[in-house]
């Protein structure tokens, strides 16, 4: 038996598998994009025949205004709020698969969050929001261009270099956030933290556009799932992180994606 043969053939059909899986997708998103683009053109019509009944993102975009006082157009409008729509589905999706991991290995969190749920209250969900996304940020760092020479550390940098503030580090400095490694809600409940040490959707005028809409997003599945189930872990050890595209996920997340 050639076993190179084998060994290719077997690498050949890997990738054909993994081309078919991609084209399939791909082929499905392409194929729903135009009905996607009629339903959202049909809201973009009603929130602007009739703007002072709607109260959401899509009204605040309406309302917009560029440099030179134009609003935007309906194409535009269909590009910001397919952004918001999916460009943050995995992003906010593995930012709740963080969240129930860490919930299920810190019982006193989760059973606390249970509790405050049980009696209307959020404020100790927006703490847990807030902390998975500290100790397990989706996105490790964001690249930023310098406009105008800075010095950083000591070091003199021209303007046009390109900078990576990491998150993670910003977010596991100990002179910010005390036993940097623990999951511990309460520390939100202490105040904010200090300017630019916690950032995982990124700073400045840069900030992600969807940073609300994901939090938003992120404390209804919370509420939703652990009022209607009782959540436990397969296994009591802490999962660790993988980079999967531009994300940090699970180590099993990124294994079967």
């Given at each position: 038996m050639?076993?190179r043969?084998t060994?290719?053939?077997?690498?050949?059909?890997?990738?054909?598998?993994?081309?078919r899986?991609?084209l399939?997708?791909?082929?499905?998103?392409?194929?729903?994009?135009?009905?996607?683009?009629?339903?959202?053109?049909?809201?973009?019509d009603?929130?602007?025949?009739n703007?002072?009944a709607?109260?959401?993102?899509?009204?605040?975009?309406?309302?917009?205004?560029?440099?030179?006082?134009?609003?935007?157009?309906?194409?535009?409008?269909?590009?910001?709020?397919?952004t918001l729509?999916?460009?943050g589905?995995?992003?906010?999706?593995?930012?709740?698969?963080?969240?129930?991991?860490?919930l299920?290995?810190?019982?006193?969190?989760?059973?606390?969050?249970?509790?405050?749920?049980?009696?209307?209250?959020?404020?100790?969900l927006d703490?847990?929001?807030?902390?998975?996304?500290?100790?397990?940020?989706?996105?490790?760092?964001?690249?930023?261009?310098?406009?105008?020479?800075a010095?950083?550390?000591?070091?003199?940098?021209?303007?046009?270099?390109?900078?990576?503030?990491?998150?993670?580090?910003?977010?596991?400095?100990?002179?910010a956030f005390?036993?940097?490694?623990?999951?511990?809600?309460e520390r939100?409940?202490d105040?904010?933290?200090?300017?630019?040490?916690?950032?995982?959707f990124g700073?400045g005028?840069?900030?992600?556009i969807?940073?609300?809409?994901?939090?938003?997003e992120?404390?209804t599945?919370?509420?939703?799932?652990?009022?209607r189930?009782?959540?436990?872990?397969?296994?009591?050890?802490?999962?660790?992180?993988?980079?999967?595209?531009?994300?940090?996920?699970?180590?099993?997340?990124?294994?079967?994606?």
């Open positions: 050639n076993h043969s060994r290719q053939g077997g690498l050949w059909s890997t990738a054909m598998h993994s081309c899986h991609w399939c997708r791909w082929t499905h998103a392409t194929c729903a994009r135009p009905e996607v683009d009629r339903l959202l053109y049909e809201e973009i009603a929130h602007r025949s703007p002072d709607h109260d959401d993102i899509l009204a605040l975009l309406i309302s917009a205004r560029d440099a030179d006082g134009e609003p935007l157009s309906d194409e535009n409008l269909l590009d910001q709020i397919i729509l999916l460009a589905h995995e992003t906010t999706t593995t930012g709740l698969a963080w969240a129930f991991e860490r299920t290995r810190h019982r006193a969190a989760l059973e606390r969050l249970q509790g405050e749920l049980d009696a209307g209250e959020e404020q100790y703490a847990v929001v807030n902390e998975t996304l500290r100790v397990r940020p989706v996105i490790d760092g964001v690249w930023r261009k310098l406009t105008a020479p010095v950083v550390a000591g070091h003199r940098l021209p303007a046009d270099t390109l900078v990576f503030p990491a998150i993670v580090l910003a977010q596991t400095s100990s002179e005390p036993d940097p490694e623990d999951f511990r809600p939100f409940l105040g904010s933290p200090p300017p630019y040490t916690f950032i995982p700073g005028t840069r900030r992600c969807g940073a609300p809409f994901a939090v938003m992120m404390k599945v919370l509420s939703t799932v652990l009022q189930v009782e959540l436990r872990a397969p296994d009591p050890r802490p999962e660790q992180p993988r980079s999967h595209h531009v994300t940090q996920r699970e180590m099993k997340l990124a294994q079967s994606a």
